[in-house]
Nanobody, 124 residues
């Protein structure tokens, strides 16, 4: 499995940005997907996750109502739509995938595969 993330960039506070992550390899529809982020000097943290059928979603508290995760099983792609961006959202964003069931999908250790990361910088 390979994941290729894209869509990062430099934006101003209040702007919107959508990240994409293309999945290749084992059946996309059998993978649960997540987005994590890592700011300088911090650990990689959970942002959002989506279930295999695209029905179940969950978010880290600070992004609820601003970020939306979605997936397109025809395009083998997972998205993270980000609105009302804040300087605290500045980080490298990573997409992740797992074939495992009954795991804590908010735990980065539950994911088998990772994208290379895409940098999002939000200026004030």
């Amino acid at each position: 499995v390979q994941l290729q993330a894209s869509g990062g960039g430099l934006v101003q506070a209040g702007d919107s940005l959508t990240l994409s992550c293309v999945y290749s390899g084992r059946a996309f529809s059998s993978a649960a997907l997540g987005w994590f982020r890592q700011a300088p000097g911090t650990e990689r943290q959970f942002v959002a996750r989506i279930g295999r059928r695209g029905v179940t979603e969950s978010y880290e508290d600070s992004v609820k109502g601003r970020f939306t995760i979605s997936r397109d099983n025809d395009k083998n792609t997972v998205y993270l739509q980000m609105k009302s961006l804040k300087p605290d959202d500045t980080a490298v964003y990573y997409c992740a995938a797992t074939q495992e069931y009954y795991v804590d999908y908010k735990d980065k250790g539950s994911y088998n595969y990772w994208g290379q990361g895409t940098l999002v910088t939000v200026s004030s």
